[in-house]
Structures are given as structure tokens and as C-alpha cells.
Nanobody, 126 residues
């Protein structure tokens, strides 16, 4: 069964850190573009960061650049999102998604992503 499972969300104070994990099963992340998205209440889902490991490409939305870091562990078939200096405006449900192929993923086109996780809540208090 193909599955993406996120974990690591929670409640943190502003300025704190969290690390989200996205574990894949049923397929290898090696030849996929992986995106992290988030959706706050009443807002559209937006791309936060993405990577295409096989071509060495990573991208960050301007709103998180310098604070968030995407990484992967091929042995664990897992992608991470390290989130530092968190702000209340980072509060959202965070999703990881996988898109077949290795490409420059900075446009965060939702329909290009084949598999989605269930989401993990991140809440940043002020």
C-alpha cells in the first residue's frame, strides 16, 4: 500500500522549533519530488518547501526561507522539515506530498502531486 505518514507536529511557543517527518511506504522517494505544504484555517493550501533529491534541487517559500530546512534520509525513506524560529503565522496543518519524477518543483502545483499524507497540526503560540 502506498502511504505517506507525517509526524512531529505539536504546540510550540514563538521562536521555538519543531521537526516534521514524512515517512513513505510502498514506494521509494528517490525518484520523486517531495513537497511540504500547509493550510491554515480559511486559507488555501500553500507550498512551503520542496526537494528533488536526484537532481539536487531544493526550494523554500519566501515566508520560511532561512528558518526551515528540508532534508531526507534515503535509508529510512523519509523526508524531514526542520522548522526553527517559528512564528504564530506558521500555524497550520502541514502536509507532505510526492510527485513522480525529478524536476524543479518550486511552483508547488497541487495536482502534480500523486500521494499525500494525512497532515500534522502545527500550532505556534505568541
Amino acid at each position: 500500500e502506498v502511504q505517506l505518514v507525517e509526524s512531529g507536529g505539536g504546540l510550540v511557543q514563538a521562536g521555538g522549533s519543531l521537526r516534521l517527518s514524512c515517512a513513505a511506504s510502498g514506494f521509494s522517494l528517490e525518484n520523486y519530488a517531495i513537497g511540504w505544504f500547509r493550510q491554515a484555517p480559511g486559507k488555501e493550501r500553500e507550498g512551503v518547501s520542496c526537494m528533488s533529491r536526484s537532481i539536487g534541487f531544493t526550494h523554500y517559500a519566501d515566508s520560511v526561507k532561512g528558518r526551515f530546512t528540508i532534508s531526507s534520509d534515503s535509508g529510512k525513506n523519509t523526508v524531514y522539515l526542520q522548522m526553527n524560529s517559528l512564528k504564530p503565522e506558521d500555524t497550520a496543518v502541514y502536509y507532505c506530498a510526492a510527485s513522480r519524477g525529478s524536476y524543479y518543483c518550486e511552483n508547488y502545483v497541487l495536482y502534480e502531486y500523486d500521494y499525500w499524507g494525512q497532515g500534522t497540526q502545527v500550532t505556534v503560540s505568541s
